[in-house]
């Protein structure tokens, strides 16, 4: 039995899997032939894998996989005519409307040299950085906030700080659903090591039942409860005055309008909305030495204060002196499996490849060494406003790939509209079968998973291989190679590649450069520049930077553990909070039910690859929304109901509507699901996962809402 190691397709954690066959040939494995466990030399899981990573070959039996381009007619077409149909409609807008008038849409799924591919593309060539991604949803806040901070979009820990660590805060992240593994192991720390767990999250979620303490704070009360922090630390006499002088700026900036807030703590715990016995338990924990883990997620990121709340937990950290010690310090969880390697290569439309900006020598180091006469100089848009400009009809041509935007972007009935009303829309894809795939004038069938191979980087920076296993079947391609196709089309130079090694080494000059020139720069994978191609096959899980070659194979690096930092200056920024009195909520009327979605544990996204899977379907087999039986009785529910869930804007616009059709209309393409009473729901809060639509359900999901 011979076995191939690789990579979940899932979440950030990063898991290693080992696919083992019985048929000694690979050319000719079935999913029969297959079995697939966790892989034990793997740095991330050590062997282990949660429910979903155990059942990653059940989601190769799509019922629907897409095998050869297609029009939006149904008619195929080869590949040949596919490529250059796009290069032309590209071409021909950028002719008539400049290059901002076309978009590229990434997404977390994608591969590393995936994403490199497409932001040369874009960047380099069709001169617009009006290339972004999904992970902008789930991790622009943290990625600005390290970049205020630290100067750089760095994270500075590592997993094995779980096991030093004496307390480990979790805020805004169900760990437990949505990085399964890695919370067993926060739970093997706990109790080898007697370290403490806290929970800050308004719903007492499977994470927070395992908590000694769960701070069940108002919505919105994160920036608060931290900023507030920061006073007590100083309050306290436990910052680390020696540290901050040298190697910190603004402290005292911002010291002041912390020490507001804690001043009077009865008070700032009735605006947290904790107990002023919890507020003050919760804080000391942070004193006397203890080493403090703090670890974020979508909860925190996903906010209209994201990064102010992220940078009050970081300044927390400087404040002591705890960044990049072991079992110190702030951690970041991205949600999909290549969020962070996306970024390394200039994946957001705010920055550049090699976590470069727009500044005028960077922008001449990627041009020289692209050897094209300039690459776009300015930022793009991202996300939301790039599909506000679609809908808009300023962006005239999209290329979306591996991501659903009409289930899982806000407000996905303008998402779908704006798509169909787009002059020309390219989604690349495994299945024909996704809502936004539906609305594709050109539709390219994308290798998977198990088909694909390159790199992906986790949430603590390693980078590793994902192989394919399976031959691929029908035209299927991966997506470096098509947009290849396409920019050779367009007679651009530089897509000459043959293989995923070939984009990956380019890269990894790239970034060689990169830190030749600019000095001070954390992100380095110079030294994986020039491998053989049986060296990149053979590659082990690395964590960067990577300096040189004898670094491969490295983990368990912390950074910033000397005081020096990737500002200018050397030094981190504290900075001042804008948002302190920011509303997170536009309604505080008793009778509003806030809505907060999520991840459910056994799905992924908008189900394209778990949706089919009958045990990951059993737990939560329709779309639910969970409310406190209190909540239930005062709206006369009961439990079993179907409810339809309105925005609060849309409420009030349809109460003035006076159109009857035009309601009727409005009302049918909202968010639906069947009431589920929950005790772990606040009164006023109610949860409904991000993952259900049309396509898996009668309803639409909680995105249409
Ligand atoms: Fe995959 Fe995440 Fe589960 Fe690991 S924890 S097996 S990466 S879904």
Redesign the pocket.
């Known amino acids: 039995m011979s076995a191939i190691q690789s990579?979940?397709?899932?979440?950030?954690?990063?898991?290693g899997?080992s696919v083992s066959s019985t048929q000694a040939d690979w050319e000719k494995v079935e999913r029969a032939n297959l079995t697939l466990t966790?892989d034990i030399n793997h740095p991330?899981?050590h062997g282990?894998?949660?429910?979903?990573?155990?059942r990653?070959l059940d989601s190769l039996a799509q019922p629907n996989v897409l095998r050869y381009p297609m029009l939006r007619s149904g008619k195929p077409i080869n590949w040949d005519d596919a490529s250059s149909l796009i290069a032309d409609k590209f071409a021909n807008t950028i002719a008539e409307f400049g290059p901002d008038s076309v978009a590229l849409y990434l997404s977390g799924q994608l591969l590393t040299e995936d994403y490199y591919v497409a932001n040369k593309f874009a960047k380099g060539y069709l001169k617009t950085a009006n290339v972004d991604t999904n992970s902008r949803l789930c991790m622009s806040s943290a990625v600005s906030a390290m970049q205020g901070c630290f100067g750089e979009d760095v994270v500075p820990g590592c997993y094995d700080d779980i096991e030093h660590a004496d307390v480990i805060v979790l805020i805004g992240a169900n760990t437990a659903w949505t990085?399964?593994?890695?919370f067993q192991r926060i739970l093997a720390a706990k109790k080898a090591n007697h370290s403490q767990l806290v929970v800050i999250d308004p719903i007492a979620t499977a994470t927070a039942k395992q908590a000694d303490i769960h701070l069940a704070i108002k919505p919105g009360a994160d920036l608060a409860l931290f900023h507030g922090l920061l006073g007590f630390l100083a309050d306290s006499n436990s910052v680390n005055h020696d540290f901050i002088a040298a190697h910190t700026q603004g402290y005292n900036e911002i010291i002041e309008s912390a020490q507001q807030l804690s001043c009077n703590l009865a008070s700032l715990a009735k605006q947290v909305g904790v107990s002023l016995a919890a507020l003050t338990q919760f804080y000391q924990l942070f004193i006397n030495d203890n080493k403090v883990l703090t670890a974020s997620c979508q909860g925190v990121n996903q906010s209209v204060i994201g990064t102010e709340i992220t940078q009050a937990i970081i300044h927390c950290h400087l404040a002591l002196g705890h960044i990049g010690q072991a079992g110190c310090g702030f951690f970041s969880l991205t949600g999909q499996?290549n969020a962070m390697g996306g970024r390394e290569v200039g994946g957001l439309a705010t920055q550049l490849a090699c976590h470069m900006g727009f500044s005028t020598p960077e922008q001449q180091l990627l041009a020289n060494f692209w050897q094209v006469d300039a690459v776009a100089d300015k930022k793009g848009l991202a996300a939301v406003d790039m599909f506000d400009a679609l809908a808009e009809g300023t962006i005239k041509a999209i290329w979306i790939m591996g991501t659903n935007p009409v289930v899982s972007l806000p407000n996905t009935n303008k998402i779908a509209q704006a798509l169909a009303d787009c002059p020309f829309v390219v989604v690349s894809e495994i299945t024909p079968d996704s809502d936004t795939a539906k609305l594709a004038d050109v539709l390219l069938p994308a290798q998977g998973w198990s088909e694909k191979c390159g790199t992906v980087t986790?949430s603590e920076r390693t980078i590793s291989r994902q192989r394919g296993f399976i031959v691929p079947k029908g035209q299927s391609k991966p997506d470096w190679w098509a947009i290849s196709q396409v920019a050779q089309k367009m007679g651009f130079q530089g897509f000459e590649f043959k293989t995923n090694a070939s984009v990956f080494n380019e890269f990894a000059c790239l970034s060689a450069q990169v830190k030749q020139t600019f000095a001070g720069k954390v992100f380095d994978i110079s030294g994986l520049a020039n491998l053989t191609q049986q060296e990149y096959d053979n590659l082990a899980p690395t964590q960067w930077p990577i300096a040189s070659a004898e670094h491969i194979g490295q983990t368990g690096l912390r950074l910033f553990s000397q005081g020096v930092f990737a500002t200018p200056s050397a030094k981190a920024q504290f900075i001042v909070p804008k948002g302190l009195n920011a509303a997170e909520t536009t309604d505080t009327a008793e009778t509003t039910v806030l809505l907060n979605s999520g991840r459910s544990r056994d799905q992924?996204h908008t189900m394209t690859r778990t949706g089919h899977i009958a045990s990951l379907r059993a737990s939560i087999p329709e779309p639910i929304i969970q409310l406190h039986p209190n909540k239930l009785a005062s709206l006369s529910l009961t439990e079993g109901d179907l409810v339809r869930i309105d925005a609060i804007n849309d409420m009030q616009a349809n109460r003035s509507a006076q159109n009857s059709t035009a309601q009727k209309n409005a009302e049918q393409n909202k968010a639906t699901a069947r009431v589920v009473a929950d005790e772990d729901m606040a009164e006023n809060i109610a949860f409904m996962s991000m993952h259900w639509s049309a396509q898996f359900s009668l309803g639409k999901g909680v995105n249409q809402a």
């Open positions: 990579t979940c397709a899932y979440c950030g954690v990063g898991c899997v966790g991330a899981n282990h894998l949660c429910a979903k990573g155990e990653l990085h399964p593994v890695l499996p986790n992924w």
